[in-house]
């Protein structure tokens, strides 16, 4: 029972939490004892609140998980962890990440509530609204980066924000085009996919590749980001950037039997060492330049 719970929480899915981690890093604060704590208070508190979200979508969609090739063998389509259970267990998860976040101060306590209202609106309502869905995806991550700007303390940047939203929205919507991928079976598994077109999503992704990649390389070309890190450097980034799109393209037009393309994407061995890459560039140039 306790490793079903264990796996309930996705563990895989809590990388998606280092958005929480950009803000204090990228305000060359990362070194600061007091602040470094409380974003590892705030990444805890939001796999805390995202656990209890998958909890949360996997009871709701308990029937159609058990029909899927791969949610099959999660917890609680499966029957190792009884929907009653599961439900207390979501509960108590929620509880927790709320009880936490009060701990990092009010302004944070508001954007963890509005990052699990939106969720519950999302696994109620939100994800059968075409378009609305991938948008929920995306501002999930900008709750992140919020949440990381009142943990450690800094403003909110702008491009980080604008950046944020254009990735994540890119990549909600490569999901949505890789599950396009199972044809006439998709419905059946998430009814909002009869809504979307496939050409339409895949023109859509490309265009909104285009915009991330062209809002980075203004990010990195900004004035302001070239005093405020001393280093005109950045613009050494963006070839990670660009080969990260294209790789992340090229997962979601391989056939995944049923596999996510996010999921796909962390075991891509050419995708993470590209990550590594540009992580290590990144924090060179922020830190050591």
Request: charged share 15%; proline share 4%.
């Amino acid at each position: 029972m306790l490793v079903a719970m264990l796996k309930t929480l996705r563990p895989h899915q809590w990388i998606k939490n280092v958005f929480v981690f950009a803000p204090v890093v990228f305000a060359q604060e990362a070194d600061t004892v007091s602040l470094l704590t409380r974003s590892i208070s705030a990444v805890l508190v939001f796999c805390i609140a995202a656990g209890a979200v998958y909890t949360l979508n996997d009871n709701v969609d308990v029937e159609k998980g058990r029909d899927h090739p791969v949610k099959k063998n999660r917890p609680i389509a499966s029957g190792r962890l009884p929907v009653r259970i599961a439900a207390a267990y979501m509960a108590f998860l929620f509880a927790i990440s709320v009880a936490g976040a009060v701990f990092l101060g009010i302004p944070f306590t508001l954007i963890a509530v509005a990052y699990i209202i939106q969720n519950l609106g999302y696994s109620f309502w939100l994800k059968n609204i075409v378009y609305v869905d991938v948008t929920c995806i995306a501002s999930g991550f900008l709750f992140r980066v919020l949440a990381g700007c009142f943990a450690a303390e800094v403003v909110p940047s702008f491009w980080l924000l604008v950046c944020t939203f254009l990735l994540a929205l890119f990549l909600a919507l490569g999901k949505r085009r890789g599950e396009l991928k199972a044809g006439l079976e998709a419905p059946r598994h998430r009814s909002v996919l009869k809504s979307y077109a496939p050409r339409t999503v895949t023109v859509l992704m490309y265009v909104v590749a285009v915009l991330t990649a062209a809002a980075y390389t203004a990010w990195t070309l900004a004035p302001h980001t070239q005093e405020f890190f001393e280093t005109r450097w950045f613009v050494a980034t963006v070839p990670f950037v660009l080969f990260g799109l294209v790789r992340f393209t090229m997962i979601v037009n391989k056939r995944l039997e049923g596999q996510s393309p996010t999921e796909a994407m962390l075991r891509d061995w050419p995708f993470i060492l590209n990550i590594v890459l540009w992580s290590a560039l990144t924090l060179a140039l922020i830190y050591f330049y």
